[in-house]
């Protein structure tokens, strides 16, 4: 595509800390760049592998809720493309089965349907076949007409042909009069090898500034909010350091197995799926210095800085663990291995914890402890900062030889019921001295009872903008296959067995015990944050 980026890449909007509103998000991009209210451009957005679940769960439906708040350019267009044969008509029936209004939708709620689905076109080609790009092509240009044109390719397709569509696109199908941008799905590689030669394939025919490597995750309001949370109030940025945090934890879990579905993770498992990517991501986010400002490259300098300044993961910071088949209620939910779309004998994990350190000095020794997994016993992703203990606590005697009792301890909700809490202690109101443990909280849909948009209308928007500060750049990505990329191979070498656990259990019993090698205990353990 483009050997430069044409279009004039827009300022970055202003950062929105609680999403309070649907409203808000109009408000909130009032001031977006010529590109996007631009009356004299057009956007041609092509979702490639458009008749995938990605899409029709995810992409069509981000697109269609960014057009319903007026986020979008007045000339724009969508483009389907796939190998599948399929009619205009028939991708607008498949699409607008997925579509909904926001939860305080309304009254034009069908009329701007009917509207969004008569932008949305279909060509069916072969995704190494340069004539069939050269054909939707075509179709493009019928749309745009003599506008200045803006194509977006979204990549909805394996690893594996992503160089064939961006090989065929980048001929045929790129803009001659705008920007050509292209946002590619995890996973990039499986190693830092793959990750590599991924990225030199794309540099054939991309510039760095074209690539948006998308992690939807970061797109999520609580984990974009993390660094309002800390940068702009005095009470916790004096606190992000060693000398009061004690540990961090990253956790996320699944209440539901592959079911179906395991024939791609067994092709990489839970660390690849989700741990080197969507935590060790906030992980950065969380752990980085101040940045000169909020322009994305100085952001991303930052976030590179704390990857470097970890040492690889060895087998000895890592636990896995496999789910097995397990009987609740009169349910039996079947074992990971006796999925049919498993390997018979596979040892991919479905659950993995780690224990990693930043070497530098306001991280040094404090233990930031990952911990994700497949079929456990409830469905959450959050961050746990847990502070250390009071000096000298005057009261430490209530709370018996257990002072981990007495931990404060910060807790953020990135899924579900999105919420931050703050546990304290205090005095139980009566005669006496008795303490407990109670939580501030900022509970997302009682505060702001309107709907969050999606992570991925956020990621969509950023990259028509040309806003970069949420997408992965390829230094990043380099220097998180290097922390992880010796320990999947030491696991695949040797055929490490992993800790098998019961469907719906807390997982691997491995992990409380590589968290006490650091006198910690995992924080999700206990009862409701609420």
């Known amino acids: 595509m483009d050997a430069v980026e044409n279009a004039v890449t827009p300022a970055a909007p202003s950062t929105v800390a609680n999403g309070t509103s649907s409203a808000i998000i109009v408000e909130e991009f009032e001031d977006l760049a010529s590109l996007v209210r631009d009356d004299e451009a057009s956007v041609s957005i092509t979702v490639v592998g458009a008749s995938g679940d990605l899409a029709k769960k995810k992409i069509f439906p981000a697109l269609f809720a960014l057009y319903y708040e007026g986020c979008l350019p007045k000339h724009f267009s969508i483009f389907g493309y796939a190998r599948s044969k399929m009619t205009d008509a028939e991708l607008r029936d498949m699409v607008s089965k997925t579509l ?130 800390r940068f702009s109030n005095l009470v916790f940025e004096p606190l992000w350091s060693r ?12 209440d539901f197995g592959t079911e179906g579905r395991g024939g791609y993770f067994d092709s990489y498992g839970i660390i690849r799926d989700i741990m080197q990517n969507h935590l060790l991501q906030i992980l950065a986010l969380f752990a980085m210095e101040t940045p000169i400002s909020l322009e994305a490259e100085d952001i991303r300098n930052e976030k590179v800085k704390v990857l470097r300044s970890m040492k690889p993961l060895r087998l000895e910071d890592v636990v896995i663990g496999q789910y097995k088949s397990h009987t609740k209620g009169g349910i039996t939910y079947p074992g990971y291995t006796e999925d049919k779309t498993v390997p018979k004998g596979s040892l991919t994990p479905t659950f993995a914890a780690a224990a990693l350190f930043i070497n530098n000095a306001r991280w040094d020794g404090v233990p930031f402890l990952m911990k994700a997994g497949k079929a456990l016993h409830t469905k959450q992703a959050e961050i746990r900062v847990q502070f250390r203990h009071v000096p000298g606590n005057l009261y430490k005697g209530s709370f018996g030889t257990d002072l981990d009792r007495a931990t404060n301890e910060l807790v953020i909700r990135v899924q579900p019921d999105e919420g931050i809490y703050l546990k304290i202690n205090n005095k139980i109101p009566g ?45 990043e990505l380099d220097a998180a296959w290097e922390l992880f990329t010796p320990l999947l191979k030491e696991l695949e070498q040797k055929r490490m067995a992993p800790e098998l656990y019961p469907y719906g259990s807390r997982g691997a019993v491995g992990a409380h015990y590589l968290a006490a090698q650091y006198n910690v205990r995992w924080g999700d353990l206990g009862g409701s944050e609420h």
């Open 100 to 229: 909904t209004c926001r939860i305080d939708k309304r009254e034009n709620c069908s009329e701007k349907m009917e509207e969004f689905l008569k932008r949305c076109f279909y060509h069916s080609g072969q995704y190494d076949s340069e004539e069939d790009f050269k054909e939707l092509g075509k179709k493009i240009k019928q749309h745009e007409g003599p506008r200045v044109s803006n194509h977006l390719f979204y990549l909805s397709i394996p690893p594996n042909i992503f160089l064939d569509v961006v090989k065929c696109a980048s001929k045929s199908a790129s803009s001659v009069s705008g920007w050509t941008r292209v946002i590619v799905e995890k996973p990039f590689g499986r190693d830092s090898e793959s990750s590599a030669a991924l990225t030199k394939g794309l540099k054939q025919y991309l510039t760095e500034d074209q690539i948006f490597r998308i992690d939807h995750y970061l797109g999520k309001e609580l984990v974009e909010n993390l660094s309002v949370l």
């Open 431 to 475: 005669l006496g001295m008795r303490l407990d443990r109670s939580n501030l909280n900022l509970h997302y849909a009682a505060r702001y009872p309107k709907e969050i948009p999606d992570a991925y209308e956020r990621l969509l928007l950023d990259a028509i903008e040309g806003e970069r500060r949420l997408f992965i750049r390829s230094d």
């Open 243 to 254: 000398q009061y945090i004690r540990n961090v934890q990253l956790i996320f879990s699944e």
